[in-house]
């Protein structure tokens, strides 16, 4: 009956009335003991978070052991007996150590103390040693006003503020009436001004009654009634304070008896409200972290992996013993067996993202001794190809929880080069794979989904690996391919929109470190036109290797004792390669000229008369004019030739002209038979020819015979 009134006093918003509990006898209490507690609604055990907490709103002090009746009851009619009784009460302060040293005559002796309380032991100190004075009305009042009053850290002093007011008015009880009266009224005005208020003030109102609503002193209801009202206007910064009202007092309002049910019942349209509003994002995450405070989500507990012996100890070395890489190598190889290395394997890549960063070099190391092992000469291999594996996975994806991952990735890949597991080109390969993929092939300022130009991890991925080889990578062997490839990475890090500044300062420390010498690029311009030059220069090194050196030169070198160096070599050949481009220039010049000089002529001479049907098939021409000093055998050696028609008197003629071999257009006449005989597929028989018909020669006719004919308009004129 009592449950159903105190939801009809809710849904009202009044006080449930209070009923005078039945007499029984200390007989009867004994026998129904059992009965009792089942009856009584009892508080929930975990009202609050820690014992600690539950101790602070629970255990309070007993004054009335401490202090003479007469100071916590004081009756009227009876002011000598009181100075006794005052007299009394000094003494036992004496001796019981609490409160001051002598009774308190008057309030200003304890404010001092009150505006510096800042721990439950000055909390029960303060309201020991007013009791003696808070018979007088105006002291009550004058503390109310000293305990509301603004302190800048009052989210950690006002719970002890409040316990004064809970331990004193369990024997003053208008102490507690005089002070949640004024918070209630403060509220209501705050909640109705919009603006020109302070959202601390609220938030401070607001802590007041949550903590006052802990000790009890203030009824559920209260509060639950505030928090009711904020949903009127749930915008601007009612909404910050129904946040703070669930974040502060939430939990014990939905373990309290008295206010569960209602207050459920309010948690659920308070969530609602982010479906019917236009809420920020913010401020839906602040919702959503208050309600799951007060009210966790229910989750399984995940059942637990079982494991073999053997998983379970090679778990317990890579995680616990790998301080000390030796004993864990020997260990391994004791139950060495081929059908062990997966297991291995994964435990290793488990170790890199699970394990401690510092033991990364004692995991290497680990793999560096079981290379010698014959069962586990392949698992470093198999580590390699997961690592560059995750490398390149994390460069498609550029997923943001997995960066701390992927440095993992990176730091171990480099230690890998320490111990001597990978070589010097496997390393530089995967240093230019992180600047450049997902780019097309030398544009770094291109839209690249998994690489914005705001996005600069790539950098921090490069100066991981490299100040992890750092020791290593700066020996002579290995300058020059360090210093080309930080001219391609002072171009890519001046492709980005932005580098933060703790980032900026790791390049710089780099730098410094590895090649203190190298020129800084400014600009990106300045970087791109180094990289260009860079890429120029080894394109022309490898068109210079393509070439060898003559006979002669390869002999003449055989004979002399004394070796040619280097230099000279480049020279010979740079000046052989410039030799062939001219003579092939020259080639290609002198058959364009010729060809535009022929197209001139028989354009001028074939310009009125009728084209008569001409068969171009191989030897329909008695007459071939043959270039001047067998130039044909000269320069159609390995190449087709192409007939060109004229008219010469009443007769035509073909004149031959050779084309070269590596000419353009040789290319895309063999590339267009090619694919003509894959679609097509017909040979030359079965094409009808008609007699007085004009025939147009096949591909592969024109080919076969070394030839291409074209046919000119005869013209009136003969020669």
Do not use: W
Request: hydrophobic share 35%; glycine share 4%; charged share 35%.
């Amino acid at each position: 009956a009592s449950e159903f009134l105190r939801i009809i006093a809710d849904s009202i918003d009044v006080e449930p009335p209070t009923f005078a509990a039945k007499e029984t006898t200390r007989a009867a209490e004994g026998e129904g003991d059992k009965g009792k507690k089942q009856d009584q609604p009892s508080e929930p055990e975990s009202a609050f978070e820690t014992e600690e907490e539950r101790y602070l709103y629970e255990e309070l002090l007993e004054l009335k052991n401490m202090v003479p009746e007469v100071a916590l009851f004081p009756r009227k009619g009876h002011a000598a007996k009181e100075e006794e009784t005052k007299e009394e009460a000094g003494e036992e302060t004496k001796t019981s150590g609490g409160g001051n040293s002598g009774i308190l005559s008057d309030y200003t002796e304890l404010r001092p103390r009150v505006l510096k309380c800042s721990s439950r032991d000055d909390a029960d100190a303060i309201a020991l040693d007013f009791c003696y004075i808070a018979s007088n009305k105006k002291n009550r009042r004058l503390l109310v006003d000293d305990l509301l009053e603004y302190r800048k850290d009052y989210q950690f002093v006002v719970p002890y503020l409040c316990r004064i007011v809970a331990t004193v008015s369990r024997y003053f009880k208008d102490l507690g009436e005089i002070m949640i009266t004024a918070l209630v009224e403060d509220f209501e005005n705050l909640r109705r001004q919009f603006e020109g208020v302070a959202l601390d003030r609220k938030l401070r109102n607001t802590k007041y009654l949550a903590e006052l609503t802990k000790f009890r002193v203030c009824t559920s209801v209260v509060l639950v009634n505030r928090f009711k009202s904020l949903f009127d206007d749930f915008s601007g910064q009612n909404i910050d304070v129904a946040v703070y009202l669930v974040e502060t007092a939430g939990r014990f309002l939905i373990r309290n008896a008295e206010s569960k049910m209602r207050f459920s019942v309010l948690l659920d349209t308070f969530m609602r409200q982010k479906s019917l509003r236009n809420l920020p994002s913010a401020v839906i995450m602040q919702m959503e972290n208050a309600y799951y405070l007060c009210k966790p989500a229910t989750r399984s507990l995940k059942a637990r992996r079982t494991r073999s012996d053997l998983e379970e100890f090679v778990r317990y070395l890579f995680y616990f013993k790998l301080d000390d890489p030796g004993s864990v190598s020997r260990t391994i190889a004791k139950f060495a067996s081929p059908d062990n290395e997966r297991l291995l394997l994964r435990y290793v890549m488990k170790t890199i993202v699970k394990g401690r960063f510092s033991a990364m070099q004692n995991l290497v190391c680990v793999l560096a001794d079981l290379q010698q092992n014959v069962h586990y000469r392949r698992l470093p291999e198999l580590a390699v190809d997961a690592t560059i594996e995750e490398v390149v996975g994390g460069l498609e994806r550029n997923d943001t929880l997995e960066r701390q991952s992927r440095i993992a990735y990176i730091r171990f890949f480099g230690e890998l080069y320490n111990y001597q597991l990978i070589n010097r080109e496997l390393l530089f390969r995967v240093l230019e794979l992180v600047l450049s993929y997902g780019h097309r092939t030398g544009e770094v300022r291109d839209v690249c989904e998994i690489d914005s130009p705001e996005d600069s991890f790539r950098v921090t991925l490069v100066v991981t690996l490299l100040e992890s080889v750092s020791e290593y990578i700066t020996s002579r062997k290995n300058r020059a391919f360090l210093e080309r490839y930080l001219i391609f990475f002072q171009r890519y890090i001046l492709s980005k929109t932005y580098i933060p500044m703790l980032l900026e300062f790791m390049v710089l420390d780099l730098f410094d470190k590895i090649a203190p010498k190298l020129k800084r690029f400014k600009t990106f311009e300045e970087a791109d036109a180094a990289c260009a030059k860079l890429l120029k220069e080894e394109a022309d090194a490898r068109l210079l290797e393509e070439f060898s050196l003559p006979e002669e030169s390869k002999k003449n070198e055989r004979a002399a004792p004394e070796r040619v160096s280097e230099a000279t070599r480049k020279e010979e050949v740079k000046k052989l390669l410039e030799q062939r481009r001219a003579e092939h220039e020259k080639v290609v010049s002198k058959f364009q000229d010729e060809y535009q000089q022929l197209l001139n002529e028989s354009n001028n001479e074939a310009r009125t008369r009728i084209v008569p049907s001409v068969n171009l098939r191989a030897g329909a021409f008695k007459k071939v004019v043959k270039p001047k000093g067998g130039e044909e055998e000269k320069e159609g050696e390995g190449g087709p030739g192409l007939n060109l028609i004229v008219r010469q008197g009443k007769d035509l003629a073909a004149k031959r002209i050779v084309i070269p071999s590596d000419s353009r257009l040789v290319a895309n006449i063999r590339r267009r038979e090619e694919e003509a005989a894959e679609e097509r597929k017909i040979s030359i028989s079965e094409m009808p020819r008609g007699a007085g018909e004009e025939v147009q020669p096949s591909l592969s006719e024109l080919m076969g015979n070394s030839e291409i004919r074209i046919r000119v308009k005869p013209s009136s004129k003969g020669k």
